[in-house]
Nanobody, 124 residues
Framework: QVQLVESGGGLVQAGGSLRLSCAAS????????MGWFRQAPGKEREFVAG???????YYADSVKGRFTISRDNAKNTVYLQMNSLKPEDTAVYFC??????????????????WGQGTQVTVSS
């Protein structure tokens, strides 16, 4: 079993930056694909970014060029650096793990483990 805990959320002004962390316990994440999703009030949970064990990444068009996903396998931690934040980035951000290492899935149903989420609020 894998436990994922997100941190780093908060309130920031538009144009600002935040760095989210996702720490794992229970099992090493080095062979898993990791993803970040977000869910705004009244909306579906949507894919934000993903990273395979070897470092390949994929981003949603809405965050490409502003967000960067990375991982430190030695620390069993995944990060999401968010720059140039916009009010529409306001959401609860979730970390997720996919035990299939051969893809970066954008469908939430393909992920096996989830964190509890961290709130990101961007004020205008």
């Amino acid at each position: 079993q894998v436990q994922l805990v997100e941190s780093g959320g908060g309130l920031v002004q538009a144009g600002g930056s935040l760095r989210l962390s996702c720490a794992a316990s229970g099992r090493t994440l080095s062979s898993y694909t990791m993803g970040w999703f977000r869910q705004a009030p009244g909306k579906e949970r949507e894919f934000v970014a993903g990273i395979r064990s070897g470092g390949n990444t994929y981003y949603a068009d809405s965050v490409k060029g502003r967000f960067t996903i990375s991982r430190d396998n030695a620390k069993n931690t995944v990060y999401l650096q968010m720059n140039s934040l916009k009010p529409e980035d306001t959401a609860v951000y979730f970390c997720a793990a996919d035990t299939n290492p051969w893809r970066i899935a954008i469908n939430r149903d393909d992920y096996d483990y989830w964190g509890q989420g961290t709130q990101v609020t961007v004020s205008s």
